[in-house]
């Protein structure tokens, strides 16, 4: 064999070796990558399978600590109570929310959570009785929410200053709701101009929060359907423009006058 085949041979056998070398350390590259992305996706998996038992975990004390409340009032709720009603020690309520007052912290916001406004529709009487009509509504559809929201917001009142921030908030955004809309009616002539927007807003939250009231207190004496209706009837009146308080109490007068017998 002659010495230019030899150097053609040599250079060929360098050349597969080098490609050999190549193909094999492009192999690696592809395992080593797919371990990484399999190892960063169980990694993923493992935290997102943490946060969610957390918060479960959360969910499931919250959940206990309102049926809690609702069988037995504030005083009803201990970190031990409320543990062992989830399912768990006492330990796992100070180990998520630390303290019982804070666990009734956390409870407050998330009853009061549970209760969101209709979106605003029409004019400013629209969403006035929209907003009415939606929290009547809750007292019957959510009887356990509004009964653990009701025990803590007359507690906040009565015996707990610490929650009474939190409560104290809470209506102020409802307030403010309330006032927003009877704006938007006195401006749209909806309603009357001469309706308060800030006042008329607190007696209207007087009005709803005393009939959660008293249906926690009786909830046999109060006929939810009935009081929804008269209560968009009032509201349709009594804050209506002037003119048309006029028409409509003269069309009564008219109607009542229709109705009596003639005389002889």
């Known amino acids: 064999m002659s010495n230019g085949t030899t150097e053609v041979l040599r250079a060929r056998l360098v050349a597969l070796v080098g490609a050999k070398r190549a193909a094999q350390a492009g192999v690696c590259r592809n395992v080593c990558e797919s371990m990484r992305s399999i190892l960063l996706a169980v990694q993923q998996a493992t935290r997102r399978t943490q946060t969610e038992r957390r918060e479960e975990t959360k969910r499931r004390l919250l959940e206990a600590a309102m049926d809690l409340v609702a069988e037995g009032g504030v005083g009803a709720v201990t970190v031990a109570a ?31 959570g549970r209760f969101t406004a209709p979106p605003p529709r029409g004019t400013g009487l629209a969403r006035l009785l929209g907003l009415v009509d939606a929290y009547l509504a809750n007292l019957g559809e959510r009887a356990r929410d509004v009964h653990v929201f009701l025990v803590l917001w007359t507690e906040a009142i009565a015996s707990d200053p610490d929650l009474r921030p939190v409560f104290a ?92 017998p003639p005389s002889s």
């Open 82 to 112: 409320t543990g062992e009603r989830a399912g768990y020690s006492r330990g796992i309520v100070n180990h998520h929310f630390g303290s019982r007052r804070a666990l009734l912290d956390a409870l407050a916001r998330e009853v009061q």
């Open 169 to 260: 908030e809470r209506d102020e955004a409802f307030r403010s709701s309330m006032a927003a809309a009877v704006r938007r009616g006195v401006a749209d002539g909806s309603l009357g101009a001469d309706v308060d927007p800030p006042a008329a807003a607190v007696a209207l939250v007087g009005l709803l929060r005393g009939v959660g009231l008293q249906r926690l207190l009786a909830p046999d004496a109060v006929d939810l359907d009935a009081v929804r209706g008269e209560v968009r009837r009032l509201l349709s009146r009594g804050l209506q423009p002037a003119a048309c308080a006029t028409a409509g109490r003269a069309g009564g007068r008219r109607r009542a006058s229709s109705a009596r």
